[in-house]
């Protein structure tokens, strides 16, 4: 979905359109749409937005008339929004995937969930797979320190 501002002094979406609104938008339209997930409504009356509103929709739903009445503010599809926020990740963590389901990834990149979950499963399997991490590169660290002792001795006991 693209998201849009209104530029013309109202827009009108027709039956079977689905919307992505704010739920301020969605409670005063409340009788012309149907919920379809947690934030997408099916427009089952024509639904009125003034200018200066926001509205996602489908590119492929607006018609050149619409498309005249609104601005396009995010230009990019969400695939390459959802490359960004990745780069920046630093793991292990856990991914919002949308309508509040999460993945979890451990500090190898792997996902370690089949299918998103809820929220509070996933911090549940995070948090166990933080612990295990930090443990593991605790334990990692007393080998290297052992090892460095033991070198040390053994070159001053030869010198």
Request: with cysteine.
């Amino acid at each position: 979905m693209q998201t849009y501002e209104v530029t013309g002094d109202f827009v009108s979406f027709g039956v079977g359109i689905e919307l992505k609104l704010s739920e301020s938008q969605a409670e005063i339209r409340s009788s012309s749409l149907k919920k379809k997930a947690n934030d997408i409504y099916e427009v089952i009356e024509p639904v009125h937005f003034k200018e200066g509103e926001k509205v996602s929709i489908s590119s492929e739903a607006l018609s050149k008339t619409l498309l005249e009445q609104l601005q396009e503010i995010s230009s990019e599809p969400e695939d390459a929004l959802d490359e960004k926020v990745e780069s920046n990740v630093q793991y292990p963590c856990i991914q919002h995937v949308g309508f509040g389901k999460y993945n979890v990834f451990d500090a190898e990149k792997n996902l370690l969930t089949q299918k998103p979950i809820k929220k509070d499963e996933a911090e549940k399997i995070f948090t166990e797979i933080s612990k295990k991490t930090e443990s593991d590169s605790s334990a990692n660290e007393g080998e290297e320190n052992s090892e460095t002792k033991q070198s040390e001795n053994s070159a001053n006991n030869g010198a």
